[in-house]
């Protein structure tokens, strides 16, 4: 799904789980071009629609819970518009909010993108913390959207708990451990743990396969596990000199040398092929990452994946995205209350069930269908579990104004040095000078 949101975050980039079966019809996404209308008018009668804008995939027509308002609110139609991609909507939202023209009633804003938005656009949206108690979600996403004049400008949908996804029987036949506890345990030191174990499953890999899909995704889930990433608490950018940056980018250039990667860009044609021929032994799995493996390796595959704790014991989220009102909509009010319903532990419990992203909302990981979530393809892995775990010790990160666009060029880079065989002296020059041009 969230399919994209950006390179950083579900960053999102599709998300699919469910608590039942997988079907890859549920995953598929719909792009809606919108027709640039706005809200329309209540009509005679009282009938109003509602637009909601947002990229990748969200869910809630997957969870049914358009309808499901509809029948709570027969006056009210919630007309979803979809953009595949993160990187074609945001510039569009941004034109949108700088003309005032052709907003929808409720916009999807991704993680990466939030502190741009809250920071240059705050005023143009409606503060959701009069009508929504912000207290119900993790305390970091509330803080994600929340404006220096104290107004919170977006609801938390999903966050990104990371995982490590893997391949049983790969690693049965290269010799290393296959149930879950083991592979915690064998990578609990960290990333340096889990290349260690890449160089043992190389040496005795079945031919054609590679234990990881790309260095550049393990340096995103590297950094997600770091307070502070790109920029520091004042607004300024510190990637260049961040210990978590650099750590990432060491461990990257590692595993490109050591050819521990099939070097293959996530999302990419390859990727998802690579997937489908089961040449991929691990994937650095965010929460919504499960359902792209799923949806892509087929059911070939399934039974044969499996979900263990990330390595280290520091908790990181990769990727999430917020819902907010703008101030100009037709419907605020009724907007809000959308937004409201939508973001509550019922249905983000609904939505983690129909496509696997997992909620922000804390009531929802009391729910039974959150607690007791299990993942039939990856030989039921109590993801329930795993992620609410993880959730509750994630580190509050400090957020940039550009950490999308730093993150992607980063990420390109690491992929020169996979692919190209880049020096990573000349990558890290190349990745530097491409973002000083880029963020100014």
């Given amino acids: 799904m969230r399919i994209t949101r950006t390179g950083g975050g579900r960053g999102r980039r599709a998300a699919v789980l469910t608590t039942t079966a997988l079907t890859a019809s549920a995953l598929l996404l719909t792009g809606c071009s919108s027709d640039d209308s706005g809200s329309d008018a209540a009509d005679s009668n ?35 518009e979809v953009t595949a991609n993160e990187q074609d909507y945001y510039p569009k939202l941004l034109q949108q909010l700088n003309t005032g023209s052709g907003l929808a009633d409720v916009t999807g804003i991704e993680v990466g993108r939030i502190k ?40 938390g949908t999903d966050i990104g708990p990371m995982s490590l996804c893997y391949r049983k029987d790969l690693f049965q036949k290269a010799g290393l451990p296959t149930d879950r506890a083991a592979v915690a345990k064998a990578v609990a030191g960290g990333w340096e743990d889990y290349l260690k174990l890449g160089e043992k499953y190389t040496k005795n890999a079945p031919k054609g396969t590679y234990f990881m899909d790309s260095a550049s995704a393990m340096y995103n889930a590297v950094v997600s596990s770091s307070a502070q990433q790109y920029y520091d608490a004042s607004g300024k950018a510190v990637y260049k000199d961040s ?12 595993a490109a040398s050591k ?4 070097g293959l860009p996530q999302f990419t044609d390859a990727w998802t092929a690579a997937l489908r021929k089961g040449t991929v032994a691990t994937v650095a799995c965010p929460a919504w990452m499960a359902g792209q493996i799923s949806t892509n390796s087929g059911d070939a595959y399934k039974g044969k994946w499996d979900i263990s704790h990330t390595p280290g014991t520091t908790a990181a989220n990769w990727g999430g995205s917020f819902l907010s009102v703008p101030k100009g909509g037709k419907h605020v009010k009724e907007a809000t209350d959308l937004v409201k ?50 959730a509750k010790s994630i580190p509050e990160a400090v957020l940039g104004a550009k950490d999308a666009t ?30 000083d041009k880029a963020i100014g």
């Avoid at 939508?342 to 496509?355: C, R």
């Fill in 46 to 80: 009282g009938n109003i629609t509602l637009n909601v804008a947002d990229y990748g995939q969200f869910g809630y027509k997957e969870a049914g819970l358009f309808a499901q308002y509809h029948k709570l609110h027969p006056k009210i139609t919630v007309k979803e």
């Fill in 116 to 155: 741009e938005v809250v920071d240059t656009q705050a005023a143009k949206f409606a503060d959701l913390s009069k009508t929504i108690n912000v207290d119900d979600w993790v305390s970091w996403k509330e803080k994600q959207a929340t404006a220096s004049d104290g107004s919170v400008i977006g609801a």
């Fill in 243 to 254: 210990p978590a940056v650099q750590k990432g980018w060491n461990l990257a250039a590692e």
């Fill in 259 to 262: 050819k521990l990667t099939q």
């Fill in 341 to 390: 319903w939508l973001t509550a532990p019922e249905q983000q419990a609904a939505v983690f069930k129909a496509i696997g992203v997992f909620p922000s909302n804390k009531g929802a990981y009391e729910l039974a269908s959150v607690k007791n979530a299990t993942l039939p393809y990856f030989n039921d892995a109590p993801i329930g579990q795993i992620y609410a775990e993880e």
């Fill in 406 to 435: 730093i993150k992607d060029t980063i990420s390109t880079q690491i992929n020169n040095m996979e692919q190209r065989g880049t020096k990573p002296a000349d990558a890290w020059k190349a990745a530097t000078e491409a973002i």
